[in-house]
């Protein structure tokens, strides 16, 4: 009988503990992520939506603009996971690869720019921490971990670039490549 009863009980604690984490995203998270919406399309509205297509467009011309400079600035600006909604802007062909790169983008830079990516900040310091204890400058280290992720994070996109045009081959589809308003 007590097995049954530890078994409930443990069956029970699980969504006790679930209540709990919701409740922290509830007060904590999901909050900021309205927030940062709301800033967004506030800023979206301001400049207008034929402006932000324009910018789209531009960056849509080319890779390094595509996967490097629009995506970086996107985590610095917006931070995770607001980064990724710049990929609505893109057209259809462009979004997994932008998002690929987008990602990766909101862990690399998090050495120098810890509010790209705050959840995840203990990565970081749990390395920063070792060369601490060494008695080293850990901003060495956050500048090549920036710089590394720069050219990982822009080959990342790219080669999703590539993956989807053979994913596009192999299912016969073809996405588009231009943005519709």
């Known amino acids: 009988m007590n097995i049954l ?5 443990g069956f029970m604690n699980l969504f006790t503990l679930g209540g709990e984490q919701f409740v ?9 992520v309205l927030m940062l919406l709301l800033l ?17 467009k531009v960056c849509t011309k ?44 909101c ?6 720019f810890p509010h790209i990516n705050a959840s995840e900040l203990f990565v970081w310091l749990g390395i920063a921490n070792g060369i601490s204890a060494l008695n080293l400058d850990t901003t060495p280290l ?3 971990y920036l710089l590394v992720g720069l ?3 822009f080959i990342s996109g790219w080669v999703t670039e590539f993956t ?7 299912q016969g589809v073809k996405l588009s490549r231009t943005l519709k308003a």
């Open 5 to 9: 009863v530890k078994l409930a009980s």
């Open 24 to 32: 922290s995203w509830v007060t904590g998270i999901i909050p900021t």
């Open 40 to 56: 967004m399309n506030a800023i979206i509205a301001l400049a207008g939506n034929e402006s932000v297509n324009k910018l789209a």
């Open 62 to 105: 080319n890779p390094v603009l595509r996967y490097l400079v629009l995506p970086f600035v996107s985590a610095f600006m917006l931070g995770n996971p607001m980064a990724l909604s710049m990929g609505k802007f893109m057209p259809e062909f462009y979004k997994p690869a932008y998002y690929a790169s987008a990602t990766y983008h």
């Open 107 to 112: 862990h690399t830079n998090n050495g120098i």
């Open 142 to 144: 956050a500048v090549r």
């Open 151 to 153: 050219v990982a994070n």
């Open 164 to 170: 989807t045009r053979y994913v596009e081959k192999q």
